[in-house]
């Protein structure tokens, strides 16, 4: 009986190390996702605005979809 909780016992503090790697590892791709979110929001505001400066041409595409409404 002893031998079967110190083995549970390894195995749970092996699945707590994962889940906090896990965790830490969610919470980067989640801080990259919402900086990609904000560039990709700061474009799209730029095309809706002609008094910005009007260089993103690959996103041209966007503003005439919106067009066809």
């Known amino acids: 009986m002893e031998r079967l909780n110190s083995k549970l016992y390894v195995e749970n503090?092996?699945?707590m190390k994962e889940?906090?790697?896990l965790r830490k590892k969610a919470?980067?791709?989640n801080q990259e996702n919402?900086?990609?979110l904000f560039?990709?929001?700061q474009r799209l505001s730029?095309?809706?605005n002609p008094n910005?400066?009007?260089n993103d041409n690959d996103i041209c595409s966007s503003s005439?979809?919106?067009g066809k409404s």
Do not use: M, P
């Open 46 to 48: 730029k095309t809706k």
């Open 27 to 29: 919470e980067l791709l």
């Open 64 to 66: 005439s979809a919106s």
């Open 39 to 41: 560039q990709l929001k």
């Open 13 to 15: 503090c092996y699945i």
């Open 34 to 36: 919402q900086q990609l």
């Open 19 to 21: 889940n906090e790697r």
């Open 52 to 54: 910005g400066s009007n």
